[in-house]
């Protein structure tokens, strides 16, 4: 069975970081892109970053550029998403997900999905 779970979501002031785990049983995770959604309350969930099986390629949305990194551990079939100067506008709840390729980040691509890890920044 096909289980992903998120981990490392906290409650971070304006400035500081987290970073984020995503976790795989039932697959290995090298295997297939793996995309970090967030959602916000209210709003609709939108693509963060993905990382492809292929080459590790990576995307980010515009909004996390220079301060997000994605990657993987294949040892521990792990990718994690480094965050860094987090702003009010990241909190979100987090999730990963796994599909055949990254694309443009289409949420009916992504068949698996975590249960969401809970990131708040406030002051």
């Known amino acids: 069975q096909v289980q992903l779970v998120e981990s490392g979501g906290d409650l971070v002031q304006p400035g500081g970081s987290l970073r984020l785990s995503c976790t795989a049983s039932g697959f290995i995770m090298s295997h297939a892109a793996i995309g970090w959604f967030r959602q916000a309350p209210g709003k609709a969930r939108e693509g963060v970053s993905c990382?492809?099986?292929?080459?590790?390629?990576?995307y980010y949305r515009d909004a996390v550029k220079g301060r997000f990194t994605i990657s993987r551990d294949n040892g521990e079939n792990t990718v994690y998403l480094q965050m860094t100067n987090l702003k009010s506008e990241d909190t979100a709840v987090y999730y990963c997900?796994?599909?055949?390729?990254?694309?443009?980040?289409?949420?009916?691509?992504?068949?698996?999905w975590g249960q969401g890890t809970q990131v708040t920044v406030s002051s």
């Open positions: 997900a796994s599909a055949a390729e990254c694309g443009t980040m289409q949420r009916r691509n992504f068949r698996a």
């Open positions: 990382i492809s099986r292929s080459d590790s390629s990576t």
